[in-house]
């Protein structure tokens, strides 16, 4: 059974339109976040949701809006796409959210959703 | 803000040949994590291996291992019997005690040859 599971792997679409990519984990896991990796395959935090609650919100346009239902899915819904939003978003997810001495946590990574905005 | 280095966008290796891989960060703060992970052209991202700053001791997971210099803000990744299936990219990263937010290097592609 995948860990972290994204839908679809691959999202092809025209500028303007809106968009949504699924995520859901079966590790019971209380964590969850949305990367985005550029073409330089650099890797940046845009969101993290713990407990169904926004915890990190990085510098992302409103146009990107995470929806966290359950503890075990994180959606990503992108509004009036642009050009630059082609990337591969990953999703990933731990099982804790540090505490002021947290203990180490390791967050496991989906297979990411290539997203191409013509 | 902390920031991770990586100052090899690419290495190459021999089959069987050991590789050192490097990455250094900047913080003030004292409690933090280091890790290392893999993406190969699945895309997935694998976890490595992981340091606690407090630990002195290097992490070791089978042919990785790491040499963490706390003083030095140094976290290198040395690969030892390199096989075909080590090409990847290879991010370190970062994360702050009480913290989730990774913060990741720009990575290091790795090739092996046979």
């Known amino acids: 059974d995948t860990a972290v599971s994204q839908t679809p792997k691959y999202l092809v679409t025209q500028m303007g339109n809106d968009k949504s990519i699924k995520c859901e984990q079966n590790l019971g896991h209380d964590t969850m976040y949305w990367y985005k990796q550029d073409s330089k395959k650099f890797l940046k935090i845009m969101f993290s949701?713990?407990?169904?609650?926004?915890?990190i919100n990085e510098t992302v346009p409103n146009r990107f809006s995470p929806k966290s239902p359950d503890k075990a899915h994180l959606n990503l819904h992108i509004n009036s796409l642009e050009l630059g939003d082609s990337a591969v978003y990953f999703c990933a997810s731990s099982l804790l959210w540090g505490g002021p001495s947290s203990t180490t946590d390791t967050q496991y990574f989906g297979p990411g959703t290539r997203l191409t905005v013509l | 803000a902390q920031t991770v280095t990586q100052s090899q966008p690419e290495m190459s290796v021999q089959e069987a040949e050991t590789v050192t891989l490097s990455c250094t960060y900047d913080?003030?703060?004292?409690?933090?994590?280091l890790f290392w992970y893999k993406q190969p052209p699945s895309r997935q991202m694998i976890l490595v291996i992981r340091q606690e700053a407090y630990k002195q001791q290097n992490a070791t997971e089978n042919r990785f291992s790491v040499n963490f210099q706390k003083a030095a803000k140094s976290f290198s990744l040395k690969i030892s019997d390199s096989q075909l299936g080590d090409a990847a990219m290879y991010f370190c990263?970062?994360?702050?005690?009480?913290?989730?937010?990774?913060?990741f290097g720009k990575g290091t592609k790795l090739t092996v040859n046979p």
């Open positions: 913080t003030s703060e004292s409690d933090y994590y």
């Open positions: 990263a970062y994360r702050e005690g009480g913290s989730e937010k990774l913060v």
């Open positions: 949701y713990n407990n169904k609650e926004l915890i």
